[in-house]
């Protein structure tokens, strides 16, 4: 594979990559837990992101039954599979292959997570976003994005990228947030192909690489399969050709994740994302009170 790549400026680099660790989550939903609390700073404004993966229905199919949210926003995406998604609300909708769900816990959400397939794989993802200090007691809220509402479109380098949020060349995603002002990217490498990718001077991003393997930064480090690779931030004064090259000599897929930090104190107990300990101590009272 040609060893130099072309982009518009000097381009991010990988700062450290994160191998994950085998975790159980609801009912016993294995899955592999890539950013965890230890990068909450780094990765500010993401709070975790977990990928689900198994064609095993012992793995997945008690799902995550009733649970509660406050404090931050959740965002699934599904690859293959069904899920049902259903609240205190009285909401539900169907989670299907290719499509997304948007919810924001605010104030606070009880809601349930459980397959619809008895066999068969089942791959997704699930990003948590945190809210502002004052969003974070907003009413709850979310949106369910079949596959075909999610824009996409092939770049010049013949990539392929599904833009779940943000924008990218000029293609408007799903989804638009403000404060954080996510950028969320699904992107195919086409097979021995230079892809620039452009990122928000002012965000923190990294990479999750879920098939294949890909040579990241001007460095061309290599991340391979379910790794998440921590990107540099801006170095260029003018922020001109702020973003990150990307190659594969065999094609790859990955998601790419930035957002705008919020700089703000991060408080956290299991499901409950707050700024202060009292916030956290009183959402724990709301919800054993019935209150959510």
């Known amino acids: 594979m040609n060893s130099t790549v072309h982009t518009p400026g000097k381009s991010r680099e990988v700062e450290h990559v994160v191998a994950g660790m085998e975790a159980s989550d609801g009912a016993g939903v294995r899955l592999q837990r890539v950013l965890t609390q230890e990068l909450q ?20 199919i008690a799902g995550f039954p009733e649970h509660p949210h406050r404090g931050f926003e959740t965002v699934t995406y599904m690859l293959a599979g069904r899920m049902r998604h259903r609240d205190n609300a009285g909401n539900e909708g169907l989670l299907t292959a290719g499509g997304v769900q948007w919810m924001t816990a605010g104030r606070g959400i009880l809601h349930s997570e459980i397959p619809e397939q008895e066999d068969g794989l089942m791959h997704g993802f ?26 996409e479109y092939t770049s010049e ?45 002012s965000h923190n991003a990294f990479i999750y690489v879920y098939s294949g393997e890909v040579l990241a930064g001007d460095s061309q480090r290599k991340v391979t399969t379910r790794r998440l690779a921590a990107l540099s931030g801006n170095r260029m004064r003018d922020h001109q050709g702020e973003g990150i090259a990307l190659q594969s000599a065999e094609g790859a897929r990955l998601l ?18 707050m700024n202060t300990r009292e916030q956290i101590e009183q959402a724990v009272t709301d919800f054993r009170n019935g209150d959510f």
Not at 181 to 201: F, N, S, V
């Open 41 to 60: 700073r780094r990765l500010d404004p993401f709070l975790m992101l977990d990928e689900f993966r198994s064609d095993n229905p012992d793995d997945y």
């Open 126 to 151: 699930q990003l948590w976003v945190n809210l502002a200090s004052d969003k974070k007691m907003i009413d709850p809220g979310y949106q369910d994005l079949p596959a075909s509402a999610i824009p």
């Open 157 to 201: 380098s013949c990539a392929h990228i599904r833009v779940i949020a943000g924008e990218s060349e000029g293609v408007a995603g799903a989804i638009s947030r403000p404060d954080t002002e996510p950028l969320y990217l699904d992107i195919e490498l086409a097979p021995g192909k230079h892809h620039w990718q452009a990122i928000p001077a």
């Open 256 to 273: 790419l994740i930035a957002g705008r930090p919020l700089n703000e104190p991060i408080a956290q107990w299991g499901p409950f994302v």
